[in-house]
């Protein structure tokens, strides 16, 4: 079985400071990791994923995150926070050795963005 | 090109109601995938499809779930004797083949169902 938390519901940040959105999972087998973003009335996009290369993986629009293995975390950075990154985020876990590809998504994180 | 499209984008029903929702993958994307995302939550999956045949369908709530896909690119989630707690936003998502743990998932926009 696997599972996502996402340590906080929301987040509040000054445009240009740093975000950190944080996030745990729990896989039985070799996960693959994903972020994903969710603007209000648009459909779910891709900001990176973690697929068992580079534990620091880099994504769209100045994101990254970092896969620790002993910590069980992929937390999601950005070292400046513009205010179109208002939105809702998605840590999302798969399990690379099942077929179908199911993904386990946590709760959300949505970020408000303060000018 | 085209990305993942969902028809209608806003259905709202009686209880009891029978209802159809449309999924349209991006073309050549032979895996395909339901979710249900209910309000302040994270999505949560309902079947998966491989080709025409359904591979996974364990997070199907009960028995009034039913989704087709029987030419292998459009699908249909079909829900019967709809309830109050059926509300709530479908997602459709595809992924290219072999569907396998590292395939990006493309989701569409959703359709927002509101059983009242």
């Known amino acids: 079985a696997q599972s996502v938390t996402q340590l906080d519901s929301h987040v509040s940040v000054s445009e240009g400071t740093p975000v950190l959105l944080r996030c745990n999972y729990s896989s039985s087998y070799s996960p693959s990791l994903f972020w994903y973003v969710q603007h209000p009335n648009k459909g779910l996009q891709l900001l990176l994923k973690?697929?068992?290369?580079?534990?620091l993986v880099k994504g769209i629009n100045g994101f990254e995150a970092e896969f620790k293995k002993s910590e069980t975390s992929f937390h999601l950075t950005k070292p400046s926070a513009h205010m179109s990154d208002a939105a809702e985020y998605f840590c999302?876990?798969?399990?690379?050795?099942?077929?179908?590809?199911?993904?386990?998504f946590g709760g959300g994180t949505r970020v408000l963005v303060k000018p | 090109g085209a990305g993942v499209s969902q028809t209608p984008s806003n259905k709202v029903t009686e209880k009891g109601k029978y209802v159809e929702l449309r999924c349209d993958p991006i073309?050549?994307?032979?895996?395909l995938y339901w979710y249900r995302q209910s309000l302040g939550q994270g999505p949560e999956f309902l079947i998966y499809f491989q080709g025409t045949g359904a591979a996974d369908d364990s997070g199907l709530p009960n028995d009034r779930f039913f989704a087709v896909r029987p030419e292998g690119s459009v699908s249909t989630l079909k829900i019967q004797r709809t309830e109050r707690g059926d509300s709530a936003v479908y997602l459709c998502?595809?992924?290219?083949?072999?569907?396998?743990?590292?395939?990006?998932?493309?989701f569409g926009p959703g359709t927002r169902l509101l059983v009242l």
């Open positions: 073309s050549g994307h032979t895996a």
């Open positions: 973690y697929t068992s290369a580079a534990t």
């Open positions: 999302v876990v798969s399990d690379q050795r099942a077929a179908g590809n199911k993904l386990t």
């Open positions: 998502a595809s992924s290219p083949q072999p569907a396998s743990g590292i395939e990006t998932q493309y």
